[in-house]
């Protein structure tokens, strides 16, 4: 079964950068579509981004579109998120996924993702 980790959270200042990085443990990764989700404390967990296994097709979350940027490198497995000219409302737990499904090119509902994980805290302070 393929685990994720993401990691690269932290604290950041308003205006400011961080890199998430999602890490998988098998190759078959690398085929699947993946998405970055968030949760903020008392709030349901949000779609923020979403990109295609070729890695030729993305989407945003409109909350994050022009500032995030998700890509991926299949060679190495790995996902990413971008995320410059950061927000206090940007303050949340990060979910990397993968959802061995076809059909789309990508996907947008946490519903249609199998595999998640643990999470990364991103705080962003004003």
């Known amino acids: 079964q393929v685990q994720l980790v993401e990691s690269g959270g932290g604290l950041a200042h308003a205006g400011g950068s961080l890199r998430l990085v999602c890490a998988a443990s098998?190759?078959?990764?690398?085929?699947?579509?993946m998405g970055w989700f968030r949760q903020a404390p008392g709030k349901e967990r949000d779609f923020v981004a979403a990109?295609?296994?070729?890695?030729?097709?993305?989407a945003y979350a409109d909350s994050v579109k022009g500032r995030f940027t998700i890509s991926r490198d299949s060679a190495k497995n790995t996902a990413y998120l971008q995320m410059n000219s950061l927000k206090p409302e940007d303050t949340a737990v990060y979910y990397c996924?993968?959802?061995?499904?076809?059909?789309?090119?990508?996907?947008?509902?946490?519903?249609?993702?199998?595999?998640w994980g643990q999470g990364t805290q991103v705080t962003v302070s004003s």
């Open positions: 990109i295609s296994w070729r890695g030729d097709i993305t």
């Open positions: 098998e190759r078959t990764f690398s085929n699947w579509p």
């Open positions: 996924a993968a959802t061995d499904l076809y059909g789309r090119d990508l996907y947008r509902e946490m519903l249609d993702y199998d595999y």
